[in-house]
């Protein structure tokens, strides 16, 4: 496995000044209500679905390259059982995944003043585990595979913890080229917020209208939307259809094929 962590290693030759890209990295308050920048040309006048070949893709990771529910199933009751607390099921987990530890502890009705203490236990856990369950998605390592081969750089942004991050990474792609994998990192908004996803692609010099977000959650949609670039929403992740339209998506794709030929630009 290659991947450029931000703290530790820096691919680019120059990267742009903060001032200097302000006007790139925000929201385009100019582009007109309920589109995003690039999502224009998913369309062709056939009302068949066409895409730009981008410079570049954003993946989440839970739930759109790997299904990492045993793990952190695993992980969370393992933690709640030591604090003597009840264990949850595998549904009920799945439900809370998306927005971080502590959103996901939220959903689990746990007590406030303990949050703190089992994010950290949580993460110990998880990066400590031996014996992985999680898997790849069947279609994943072609729709890599593809994506490398035709020069596309590739991220990861997540709202897991970056230690986490980098042991699923470590475990179940190391077959792939990451440029950057960004994790949850103290000090940072997690996503919705543009923040993180601004701070890597200024650091890599990827301008933000070459840029693809691709995802299974309603997080996904959000940050997209944020920072004005369009999002495809994978549906073999932990999100229905239906609840994945109701947070705004508009884009689709069934299967990892689908999501290569949207990257780019094969029409359907």
């Given at each position: 496995m290659r991947y450029c962590r931000d703290s530790v290693r820096d691919r680019s030759n120059s990267c742009m000044g903060l001032a200097a890209c302000r006007g790139q990295y925000r929201r385009r308050r100019d582009s007109p209500p309920g589109r995003?920048?690039?999502?224009?040309?998913?369309?062709?006048?056939?009302?068949?679905?066409?895409?730009?070949k981008y410079r570049a893709v954003v993946f989440d990771m839970d739930g759109t390259l790997v299904n990492t529910i045993p793990d952190?199933?695993?992980t969370v009751n393992s933690v709640l059982r030591r604090n003597g607390l009840l264990e949850k099921t595998a549904g009920d987990i799945e439900k809370g995944v998306g927005f971080g530890v502590e959103h996901l502890l939220r959903t689990l009705d746990i007590p406030e003043q303990m949050n703190s203490s089992l994010v950290r236990e949580i993460d110990n856990a998880y990066s400590e585990m031996q014996q992985s369950?999680?898997?790849?998605?069947?279609?994943?390592?072609d729709l890599i595979h593809r994506v490398t081969v035709a020069g596309v750089q590739m991220f990861i942004l997540s709202n897991k913890l970056q230690r986490s991050l980098e042991k699923s990474v470590s475990d179940h792609l190391s077959f792939a080229e990451f440029?950057?994998?960004?994790?949850?990192?103290?000090?940072?908004?997690a996503k919705p917020s543009p923040?993180?996803?601004f701070?890597?692609?200024?650091?890599?010099n990827v301008p933000l209208d070459s840029v693809l977000m691709a995802g299974d959650g309603e997080a996904d949609v959000a940050v997209a939307q944020a920072a004005g670039i369009p999002c495809v929403s994978v549906l073999w992740g932990f999100r229905s259809r239906e609840a994945l339209e109701a947070a705004g998506a508009d884009l689709f794709a069934s299967t990892p094929r689908d999501l290569a030929e949207l990257i780019l630009g094969v029409e359907q």
């Open positions: 995003r920048p690039g999502l224009q040309q998913l369309s062709s006048a056939r009302g068949r679905c066409v895409s730009m952190i199933t695993l369950k999680a898997y790849v998605y069947s279609g994943v390592m440029v950057s994998v960004t994790g949850s990192q103290p000090g940072h908004p923040d993180l996803l701070k890597m692609l200024e650091r890599f």
